[in-house]
């Protein structure tokens, strides 16, 4: 296992701090060495190299605009990558593409379903499409509408439908058919804890019967949850790939705080980070996020937080206080 | 099921999951033209010239407004790759056991399956009260390969265009821009012997134009010396907006 100073000193070299060194032994699912991908001037992933064994879990976790779903556009075979390789299944992904896709389910993060077709239509023209039996799309559809909670909303169409349950359409369209391989980006948005906590059971029993699982995620407890190895993207580079024990214990120690504050800005954010016995923030990426700060010595550093805070005129809804985790041990990573 | 049938059986659910009532409101616009302008106008314009032939504005206009119906029916088969790309199954489909190639086809399939069938409708519908038109052995290739060449190159124009779009707005606004200055840049309403010399050379250049008239050729037994070279137009016309089509699809980011 590496140590700090030894993440440090290839995090600045732009090496991967993995335990590839945990190399993953048995069949490679996937393989990917060197790959990049460039979008005009911007380098969206920027020579990663992983791999993921037959049955795995394989968590991908980064925030917003690291490469995670770049990083599937390219092993879906959506989009070819301008350097490197990659295989999936065993498939070249640039000359065998039709071989995978064969093979592989996606659940994109971006909304997608048949707009003119009711649910019961989604899921039935979607076996068509994968050239499934008549009756085993009846079957399907009447198990995935009980699992997903959609048996009221077969005959509703998309736009008559809740963001969460548009969502819960989504995935579940995606098991109408057999696979080898998944591939989910961040599939839970928009999905009720109970709902997010039947997929992710489903998730579990599917890699059991030998499905591959490849899920991004910026939720760190589904991460730890779900995932047998997960791989930290930052600005598109894997900083640091290992089993979930491993990086929890990467993480270095201390306490996490999350405070939900409205309208926090850049000034503020400055002034925590320069609190004496502050080790490092994490600023939200999104409104509905907290502020996330690092403390060895929570009980004098979250009142001094609060009473900061209190003192910039920002408005507290929330507070959190964990003990290391993979969440810090992301933060860590990410944040500097 | 083949591959590029399941494309095929996808859009046809997708269509009449669009509106039922689709088939309908495609009915009316044509038949307008046809049964109010076709016969007002006759009151004003007395016979039209075709081939040495004189023949009634109706009948002169009729093949012409059905020949029309596949740019809309390209219309709303464009507007599908519109809304695949817009509601996230274009990329859905491209991660499936699909190729580029298949997606295209089968659009450019459904555009001329819904084109075709607008306009024989229409046909069908008309046919009765157009003295002198008639729907025969030796007229049938003509009419058929009317809307299928004209259908292919108005599928693949609009294909083309939808995947550059990337508004709703947009879409819109290319079908009022380009597809109405077309039926008007053709010989659809009149011939182009009354054309002004740049009006009349923007329309040899439609193949609107010339599918028109190869289907008033179908339809009325008048040919000119031209349809040979019309048909061979409109082939190319249409081959070469097809590769354009097939080009700009591949080149799509997804």
Avoid at chain 1, 101 to 107: H, S
Avoid at chain 1, 128 to 157: P, Y
Avoid at chain 2, 82 to 100: N, T
Avoid at chain 2, 115 to 140: D, E
Wanted: net charge neutral.
């Amino acid at each position: 296992m590496l140590n700090n100073e030894q993440i440090r000193e290839r995090m600045v070299k732009g090496e991967p701090t993995a335990s590839d060194l945990a190399e993953p032994s048995g069949d490679l699912v996937i393989d990917v060495k060197g790959l990049a991908k460039v979008y005009g001037e911007h380098r969206a992933l920027d020579g990663i190299t992983f791999s993921v064994k037959k049955g795995e879990i394989f968590g991908f976790l980064g925030p917003n605009g690291a490469g995670k779903t770049t990083t599937i556009k390219v092993l879906t075979t959506i989009t070819p990558p301008t350097q490197g390789e990659a295989k999936v299944l065993g498939y070249d992904v640039t000359r065998e593409a039709a071989a995978i896709r064969k093979r592989i389910g996606l659940v994109q993060q971006q909304p997608s379903h048949e707009i003119f077709m009711t649910v019961k239509q989604n899921l039935r023209t979607y076996g068509l499409l994968w050239d499934m039996k008549k009756d085993e799309i009846e079957r399907r559809i009447a198990s995935l509408s009980e699992l997903f909670g959609l048996k009221d909303v077969l005959g509703m169409k998309p736009p008559e439908l809740s963001i969460g349950q548009r969502r819960r359409l989504q995935v579940a369209r995606e098991f109408m058919h057999d696979m080898d391989l998944l591939f989910l980006d961040e599939p839970t948005t928009g999905l009720d804890p109970q709902v997010r906590r039947a997929l992710l059971d489903h998730l579990k029993e599917g890699a059991k019967n030998g499905l591959t699982i490849f899920f991004t995620t910026h939720i760190m407890e589904e991460a730890e949850f779900l995932c047998d190895r997960i791989a930290i993207i930052h600005r598109g580079r894997i900083i640091a790939c290992d089993s979930v024990t491993n990086l929890r214990a990467k993480s270095g120690g201390g306490t996490l705080i999350e405070v939900f504050v409205k309208d926090i800005d850049t000034a503020t954010v400055d002034f925590v980070r320069s609190m004496p016995g502050v080790k490092r923030v994490a600023p939200p990426d999104q409104a509905d996020e907290p502020l996330r700060v690092s403390v060895d010595t929570p009980s004098t550093m979250l009142p001094s937080l609060l009473d900061a805070l209190a003192k910039r005129g920002c408005s507290v809804t929330g507070v959190n206080v964990k003990e290391a985790s993979l969440e810090e041990a992301f933060l860590r990573m990410v944040a500097e | 099921m083949n591959a590029l049938l399941r494309l095929l059986v996808r859009d046809i659910r997708g269509s009449i999951g669009m509106s039922p009532y689709l088939v309908l409101s495609q009915l009316v616009s044509p038949l307008v033209y046809i049964f109010v302008a076709g016969f007002m106008y006759g009151g004003i314009v007395k016979g039209m010239e075709i081939g040495g032939v004189t023949v009634s504005y109706v009948l002169f206009l009729a093949p012409g407004i059905v020949v029309s119906q596949f740019m809309l029916g390209a219309s709303y088969a464009g507007s599908m790759v519109w809304f695949d790309k817009r509601m996230g199954m274009l990329e859905q489909i491209l991660a499936g056991p699909f190729s580029r190639a298949q997606y295209v086809t089968s659009k450019l399939l459904s555009v001329m399956m819904q084109g075709v069938a607008n306009a024989l409708l229409v046909l069908l519908i008309a046919l009765p009260v157009l003295v002198g038109a008639s729907l025969s052995a030796s007229g049938l290739p003509l009419v058929l390969g009317s809307l299928i060449l004209g259908s292919l190159f108005f599928g693949s124009l609009i294909l083309a265009i939808s995947t550059r779009i990337k508004t709703d707005q947009s879409l819109n606004m290319v079908f009022n821009t380009v597809f109405a200055p077309l039926m008007f840049l053709s010989s659809v309403f009149y011939p182009l012997d009354v054309a002004p010399p740049v009006l009349r050379i923007i329309a040899l250049c439609n193949p609107l134009t010339y599918s028109v008239d190869m289907i008033r050729a179908g339809l009325l037994g008048i040919t000119t010396s031209y349809l040979p070279y019309e048909i061979v137009v409109l082939s190319t016309e249409s081959t070469c907006m097809l590769l354009v089509a097939v080009h700009t699809f591949r080149s799509v980011k997804v």
